[in-house]
């Protein structure tokens, strides 16, 4: 189902390094923690017994493979052959889910029964409270007290999986807090517990260990693309946040030169600090929960809060290898704005039936914008996730903008405002076209 870790066309050194980028920074007590991960990663990995226990858990429980869905549609929208890869339909709704059951199997057959993680969203937690449940293995999950107020339905989920979840009063009280506290809780019990840590960032060997799970998105796509069309993609698309689903639908293709490879960064509001997420298109590099990567940071290095309309893009690093990746040019990296998001959102629902996840749209604009420069090529989109989750948000979204312009207010006051017989903004700016 995966790359073995030699088999796969670019591997990170010894120390998780690709090119500059990656490595281990981290206190003493975890530095032998990992290198002892490291290598009983590797040899599980390469293990059949393994390789077909997760096999037959990503068949049976996860439902892989998710299907390659040609959106038809939208592509004669877009002036492009579109392709999605459905990872929406996979448990628990995103992709998420196929890193939390691998290091889930990995971490049971290393003995371990505790698991610990955080999450920002909750998207990771919910993947990782399903996974132990399925598993049987104890969750304790870190989240920051901001966000638990803000995601109180994936606290719920969490909770009625089995799973611990435990508030983070400290620092900016989201992720990043979290993690910090997740590596707390690790550092003083590396023996007896297991970080399962939720994108491909963070020291090695978790950006190596992460893909190695997440690979079989492009694994996947890049056969089922081939069966349909007898071609490769022009090009493959996905957002990033931390970039796992970037980097599992990206790998299997490093090998194929002629297919282009673009990540979607969340653009949010605008270019200022702390109005957007892009890291790799206006980070600096810099070290981050035991990583060197691309960062977003103030000129003395404190890093700077970020802002996403999508919760899971939200986060101020990016894996290394990403950024690796960006240095030699082999995948590009753009940005999509929280407008522009929300109208491919909005165009995929109406045009395809598929309500994609606020972070999967970003991936969307991508193609959107490729096909406007480079029309009728084939692209290749990893729809990350579904949009269930993101309702409240955008129902808020449509209030407040219904709120910010009185001429689209219904006249007679206390009359249900006329939304269900609006088209969508991205629709009918599109059709007019
Ligand atoms: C968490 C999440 C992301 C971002 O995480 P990556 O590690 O960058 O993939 C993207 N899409 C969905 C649906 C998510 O839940």
């Not at 290091?103 to 003995?111: D, F, I, K, T």
């Not at 007898?230 to 689903?245: H, T």
């Not at 290898?321 to 929300?342: K, N, P, Q, V």
């Amino acid at each position: 189902m995966m790359d073995s870790p030699r088999a796969g066309t670019r591997q990170p050194d010894a120390l998780g390094r690709f090119g500059p980028f990656g490595g281990r920074y981290v206190p003493e007590t975890l530095f032998t923690t990992l290198e002892r991960l490291a290598t009983q990663a590797s040899s599980f990995l390469e293990d059949p017994a393994f390789r077909s226990a997760l096999a037959e858990e990503l068949s049976s429980w996860v439902a892989r493979p998710t299907p390659l869905t040609h959106a038809r549609r939208l592509g004669d929208l877009w002036g492009a052959e579109l392709w999605l890869k459905r990872e929406d339909l996979a448990h628990t709704g995103a992709h998420k889910i196929n890193n939390a059951l691998g290091q889930g199997l990995l971490a049971r057959r290393l003995g371990m029964r505790r698991i610990i993680a955080e999450t920002g969203a909750g998207q990771h937690g919910v993947a990782t409270a399903a996974a132990c449940a399925r598993l049987g293995l104890d969750a304790t999950i870190y989240m920051g007290a901001v966000d638990i107020a803000r995601q109180a339905p994936n606290v719920d989920r969490m909770k009625r999986l089995g799973a611990t979840v435990v508030a983070v009063h400290s620092g900016d009280q989201t992720l990043r807090a979290a993690i910090n506290e997740a590596l707390r809780d690790w550092v003083s019990d590396p023996e007896g517990s297991y970080y399962l840590l939720g994108s491909a960032v963070g020291p090695h060997p978790y950006p190596w260990l992460v893909r190695e799970f997440q690979s079989v998105i492009g694994k996947e796509a890049r056969e089922q693309l081939l069966s349909a069309t007898g071609n490769l993609p022009d090009v493959a698309i996905a957002c990033v946040g931390g970039g796992s689903n970037a980097i599992g639908l990206f790998h299997p293709f490093l090998g194929d030169r002629e297919v282009k490879l673009l990540g979607i960064e969340a653009g949010g509001r605008g270019t200022g600090l702390g109005e957007h997420a892009a890291t790799i298109a206006r980070g600096r590099p810099g070290v981050l929960h035991g990583c060197y990567s691309q960062l977003l940071q103030d000129p003395c290095g404190q890093i700077i809060e970020t802002h996403s309309i999508s919760a899971g893009l939200d986060y101020p690093g990016v894996g290394p290898e990403h950024a690796y990746l960006a240095s030699i040019g082999r995948a590009h990296y753009e940005t999509a704005s929280d407008d522009d998001a929300l109208a491919a959102l909005d165009a995929c629902c109406r045009m395809e039936g598929i309500l994609p996840a606020l972070e999967s749209a970003h991936a969307l604009v991508g193609a959107q914008r490729w096909a406007r420069s480079h029309p009728g090529q084939r692209i290749l989109v990893c729809l990350s996730g579904r949009g269930d989750k993101d309702l409240p948000a955008l129902s808020q979204l449509q209030e407040s903008s219904d709120e910010g312009t009185p001429e689209r207010r219904s006249p007679v006051e206390g009359d249900p405002p006329m939304k269900e017989i609006r088209g969508g903004a991205a629709q009918s700016k599109e059709t007019l076209r």
